[in-house]
């Protein structure tokens, strides 16, 4: 018998509320609970990124953070991610400029992105290398992983 | 001629929101059952007692699985002559991984703790893991192979020098980012649906066909992406599918089985280790007169396909360079540990280091930049353009690919920056080399040269398109849909690119060996002619105008410059005309033959080329190196897409990087493998990639065989660029006994490996002052 716990917080912009045992990850609650299938199970213990996710807008590795440890607080996953000036060319990018292969590290590089672009708004390509070097990515040898969220960077800075 | 090339990814806008689909995020499936597979701890041994009673009483478990509970066969091997693989192992344990039981349950979670309660009653026996102890025992799964041209220990005899020496490799860890995993669902009267992470549906297809004791058209697999192959989905997948199947056979619930990330790293094939022994005969002029080439593989406790990418090595222990007197051989070894398989580059990148680290010798004892000992012995026709077996092999774009990569890349004058910083320098030492890679295209078992395609055209105009390849993450269907795109002139938003499956194209071979646009994309082509030209016809029939007076453009119909019917209105007029709207294309590679049994043929098709140049730095104190900067001047022919070829490139690259600089499979003695996760085991991150790489695509190199609009295949030679790296670090180390020992490196050059390389340079330069 596992102990559950009810929960209150803010998906992608909506109220959840939901009552989860005391042992299950974020990952598995937004998987397997909310069918939120964007963010990936790659490793489960917090090595590849496949997961990251944004809790009250820092990133975090969703397989290594408790589902009970969400309560009142603000979650946005890849799919939470609104349309708007600063998604949509981050998105874009990530589409458009070859740093997409086989696409199971993608949702957590754009959330990481996310992150990295909200807080150097300007990244240069050391900030960017720091930020991104808990996602891992097999296909492409991050360069164009590299150059997409530099370029979205450059567009802040002429915006 | 093809349109100028604007395509991105055809899935990319829906992996940038989450809205592309993997297997495990297929979630309308209702009784879904999750399967846990219990796999042995033990690497050799007799499996005496397996008490499953408590398993089969923990909450949520609906069936149990091993051996006995296998429908049809109990092998996995596909192979004709049996390659000895069970499912579930019935008596003999041969490998830790090997899976025992598998519980299915109501959740992951119940599964894995019902596997826990398992009482399982194993007798050790001494298991051979190493190389080395393979050696010893002579404990070889398949006969050796050997090509041999001229007179080799004669030719080395009376050279004016000789070299020997040995070299290991690694293996490595595909480290897909998406897991194994498969999905299976039962249907009416017997058949089955998988849906499964697999380069090889219909492998997945034959394989349950025996495991369930049912004919192939029983079974249905289906793939529409994978999450990262590397050849470790070509034969690996059948773990999952076979007890998804099972299960839900035995159960009639849909079952998936997903691999946690440490299981999969235990239970699954990975590349090949190598022992390479290595002697060679050469005069002042730097020409290898004769070499011996002795390839030892760890084949694991399989076969698997270990004996195509052990012949795969010996085909590529030539790399670049003519070798006149030669015996080559490979033994193929069986051990106690997981059974190896394809991966990327499938043995040929093993086969390269051997003739590459000959060089390096040749190099040291002459006391010549190793560059000038490369150009030598490099192919040239017409009196050095034959290889070991048999194939012409014509080098002018290899010569010009390292004569033009020479020249932008300033390898010259930089190595003599280099060893000019070396002198100053006493901690950190650079490096620099420039390697070559020629990598034979074409699948090496001739019958797998093959490939199909169905397209449909609805009324509507829009068009759906099935081929037998898998998208990996290439860009496979990106390129495929190029091709119909440019065929039938429409939008690339009217063709939908459906999952590969084995309801549309039979017999399929399996998305590997670099083929896969060859093959798919002239099998899509092929159906796309078909199509166009009955629309051609029907077009001639209803306008009374002669064929070759018609055609179509941007999604007209045209005479001469003028258009005349949309192609949807054209559809539509075929469908009420009583014209069939679907084609299936077929395509074999043309011209290619190799007897396995003599060692002599043409089995490529052709060859694709390239040459990089890695400069590094190494600290002597920590053995800690950084690679500095990257050129690459690669040959992919006339480009089906440029950025996703550079992408390969790169990626392959860094891939092969890692395997031989960082990634260290640890197994103990008792064959219990130590880097089971990504916290043990390093892949490169973004932090290894190296601050500049300048990648560039030969241009104006139209590829010289009939393939699909004269492009080349580019999955796996690049990752052969890396080699250039461990040369650059060799090169580096040798600075500590002013470049006149070999460091001898082994793959992968860890700082470990790096500092025992250094102590032994620093030692023998002592020595020999």
Not at chain 1, 136 to 142: D, E, F, K, N, S
Request: glycine share 8%.
């Amino acid at each position: 018998m596992s102990l559950t716990h009810e929960i209150k917080f803010t998906l992608n912009g909506s109220p959840v509320s939901l009552t989860i045992p005391l042992t299950m990850s974020v990952l598995t609650m937004l998987r397997d609970l909310l069918n939120l299938t964007g963010t990936k199970y790659g490793c489960g213990e917090g090595e590849c990124g496949a997961c990251t996710i944004l809790i009250d807008g820092v990133s975090v590795n969703a397989c290594l953070k408790f589902a009970v440890d969400c309560d009142g607080r603000t979650l946005t996953t890849v799919e939470g991610l609104v349309a708007d000036s600063r998604n949509d060319p981050l998105r874009t990018a990530f589409a458009e400029k070859g740093g997409v292969q086989c696409g199971f590290c993608t949702p957590g590089m754009v959330m990481q992105a996310r992150h990295i672009l909200d807080n150097y708004p300007r990244a240069n390509e050391s900030q960017i290398k720091r930020g991104i070097e808990g996602n891992l990515c097999r296909c492409t040898g991050y360069k164009k992983i590299i150059e997409t969220i530099a370029s979205v960077g450059e567009l802040d800075n002429k915006g | 001629m093809i349109m100028p090339d604007r395509n991105y990814h055809e899935s990319s806008r829906a992996h940038v929101t989450g809205a592309a689909l993997y297997a495990d995020d297929i979630s309308n499936i209702g009784n879904l059952l999750h399967g846990c597979v219990q796999a042995s701890t033990l690497a050799r041994g007799t499996l005496c007692a397996l008490n499953l009673e408590r398993v089969r009483q923990s909450p949520g478990v609906v069936a149990v699985l091993t051996a006995a509970d296998v429908p049809g066969v109990n092998d996995l091997s596909h192979l004709p002559d049996g390659g000895g693989e069970p499912l579930f192992i019935e008596k003999e344990i041969v490998s830790e991984g090997q899976a025992v039981f598998a519980v299915i349950a109501d959740s992951l979670d119940n599964a894995r703790q019902a596997a826990k309660l398992a009482v399982v009653e194993v007798e050790p026996s001494s298991a051979v893991i190493t190389i080395n102890q393979a050696i010893d025992a002579d404990s070889k799964i398949a006969p050796s192979r050997k090509i041999k041209v001229g007179d080799s220990t004669r030719a080395i005899d009376n050279s004016a020098f000789q070299i020997n020496g040995s070299l290991y490799t690694g293996g490595q860890e595909h480290f897909y980012l998406e897991g194994q995993i498969s999905i299976a669902i039962p249907k009416e009267s017997g058949a089955m649906t998988v849906i499964a992470s697999t380069q090889h549906p219909s492998e997945i297809q034959s394989t349950l066909a025996l495991l369930l004791g049912v004919s192939s058209n029983s079974v249905t697999v289906q793939t529409r992406r994978i999450g990262g192959g590397f050849g470790g989905k070509e034969s690996q997948g059948s773990l999952c599918a076979g007890v998804a199947a099972i299960a839900a056979q035995l159960t009639s619930q849909p079952v998936k089985v997903r691999l946690d990330r440490d299981q999969d790293m235990i239970m699954t094939g990975k590349r090949h280790d190598f022992r390479i022994d290595y002697k060679a005969g050469f005069d002042n002029d730097g020409l290898i007169r004769g070499v011996s080439l002795d390839y030892a593989s760890r084949c694991g406790h399989s076969l698997d396909q270990s004996k195509a990418v052990n012949d795969r090595a010996l085909l590529h222990a030539d790399n670049a360079y003519y070798l006149e007197n030669a015996t080559l051989t490979s033994h193929r070894y069986h051990t106690n540990t997981t059974s190896n398989t394809a991966f990327r580059g499938f043995g040929a990148p093993q086969g390269m280091l051997g003739i590459e680290r000959v060089i390096e010798e040749i190099a040291f004892t002459l006391q010549q930049d190793p560059l000038d000992i490369r150009l030598a012995n490099l192919y040239r026709t017409p009196n050095r353009s034959v290889t070991p077996y048999g194939q012409e092999f014509d080098s002018k774009v290899l010569v010009r690919i390292i004569g033009e990569l020479t020249e932008h890349s300033e390898y010259r004058s930089r190595r003599k920056k280099i060893r000019r910083f070396n002198q100053g320098s006493p901690v950190i030492k650079k490096g620099i080399a420039l390697t070559p890679v020629k990598f034979g295209i074409s699948f090496t078992a001739i019958h797998l040269n093959q490939a199909g395609a169905l397209l449909h055209i609805y009324r509507d105009g829009s068009v759906q398109l099935n081929h037998a390849g898998v998208e990996m993450g290439q860009g496979l269907h990106t390129k495929i849909l190029r091709i119909v795109q440019d065929i039938l002139t429409i939008e690339r938003s009217d063709i939908r690119i459906m999952a590969t499956n084995t309801e549309k194209i039979p017999n399929t071979s399996p998305t590997a060996a670099s083929a896969a646009t060859d093959l798919n994309g002239m099998a899509a082509a092929s159906a796309a002619t078909v199509l166009h030209d009955r629309l051609i016809k029907v077009a001639s029939h209803r306008l009374d105008l002669p064929e070759a007076e018609l055609s179509l453009s941007d999604g007209f119909l045209h005479t001469g410059d003028k258009p005349i019917m949309s192609f949807n209105e054209l559809v539509n007029e075929a469908y009420l005309q009583r014209v069939s709207l679907f084609a299936t294309g077929f395509y074999r590679t043309p011209d290619i033959n190799f007897d396995p049994d003599s060692f002599t043929g043409s089995p490529f098709y052709y060859y694709a080329n390239g040459a990089a140049v890695s400069e590094v730095e190494v600290d002597l104190l920590t053995g800690e190196h950084k690679v500095n900067r990257v050129d690459i001047l690669h040959e992919v022919g006339q480009s089906l897409n440029e950025e996703i070829d550079k992408g390969q490139i790169e990626g392959g690259f860094i891939q092969g990087m890692g395997w031989l600089t960082m990634e260290e499979l640890v197994w103990n003695d008792q064959g219990v493998l130590q880097t089971h996760s990504p916290s043990t085991y390093k892949i490169p991150t973004c932090r290894e990639r190296p601050s500049i790489v300048n990648i560039d695509l030969l241009r104006d190199a139209p590829n010289q065989v009939e393939s699909i609009y004269r492009s080349k295949a580019v999955g796996e030679p690049p990752l052969m660029l890396s080699i250039s790296v461990l040369h650059a670090l060799s090169d580096a180390i040798s600075s500590v006994a002013n470049y006149r020992i070999c460091p001898q490196l082994n793959v992968p050059a860890t700082p470990e490996h790096i500092l025992e390389s250094v102590q032994r340079v620093e030692k023998l330069g002592l020595a020999s002052v």
